[in-house]
């Protein structure tokens, strides 16, 4: 689509790193933070896929080794606990021995909690299921999805624009840069809320993002805030 004079416009390509601001992030004090594990606590991530892949897909084997890669860092990690890239996520997660979590929602009736999953926290409706992975996740990771995922992308980036959350999102494939140059097309979006996310090509490299931002230099954990 042509504007202004005939110049395209595009959004410009995603950043693949961004500084990481200090700052408190919104949080729900009457959920817990993180879930037990080993004895202490650990940093979780929160994968947002969708549910229409299945295993032999190359987004499920995506997935799959994220969710290995993610737990043999030592990361614990939360997706919707649905079926498709989401059990693939929590599939890999637990073959390396990591814990894993589902969030679900009432009303999602039709649909069961993956098998993969050693805890689902239940949510009578999908509001308040955001909302906990707003207040669990330490960052996100998002991955091809449908409708569902692009809702919980948008809001996690509308609340980083907003300031309100400062946790690190990171966008797997390189078909994002493509959805992103629609929304530069046919959407009013400043050029520095595309700084706000990163864009990883591999499951690999979305995990050394997420080790950049979450842990020191040294591999350890930060202490909390």
């Known amino acids: 689509m042509k504007r202004n004079g005939g110049r395209s416009l595009r959004a410009p390509a995603l950043p693949r790193h961004f500084p990481h601001r200090g700052g408190r992030s919104l949080r729900a004090p009457a959920?817990?933070?993180h879930f037990p594990h080993r004895g202490g606590q650990?940093?979780?991530v929160a994968v947002f896929c969708g549910s229409l892949t299945s295993d032999g897909d190359p987004n499920y084997r995506d997935a799959r080794s994220l969710g290995r890669m993610l737990a043999e860092a030592g990361f614990q990690v939360i997706t919707g606990g649905y079926q498709g890239s989401m059990e693939a996520v929590s599939r890999g997660a637990r073959e390396a021995g990591g814990p894993t979590?589902?969030?679900t929602t009432e009303e999602?009736?039709?649909y069961k909690p993956n098998r993969y999953l050693d805890r689902v926290f239940h949510h009578p409706?999908?509001?308040k299921r955001l909302k906990r992975f707003i207040s669990m996740a330490d960052a996100f990771v998002v991955l091809r999805g449908g409708v569902g995922t692009l809702t919980e992308l948008t809001l996690i980036w509308s609340l980083r624009q907003a300031g309100i959350v400062?946790?690190?999102i990171i966008l797997l494939g390189d078909f994002w840069n493509r959805v992103f140059a629609v929304f530069g097309e046919e959407l009013l979006i400043r050029d520095?809320?595309?700084r706000l996310v990163n864009l990883a090509q591999s499951p690999a490299e979305a995990v050394a993002m997420v080790k950049r931002h979450l842990l020191n230099g040294r591999g350890t954990r930060r202490a909390e805030a």
């Open 42 to 44: 650990i940093k979780t």
């Open 31 to 33: 959920l817990p933070r």
């Open 101 to 103: 979590a589902g969030l």
């Open 108 to 110: 999602f009736k039709d």
């Open 125 to 127: 409706e999908i509001y």
């Open 166 to 168: 400062k946790k690190p």
């Open 192 to 194: 520095g809320d595309y």
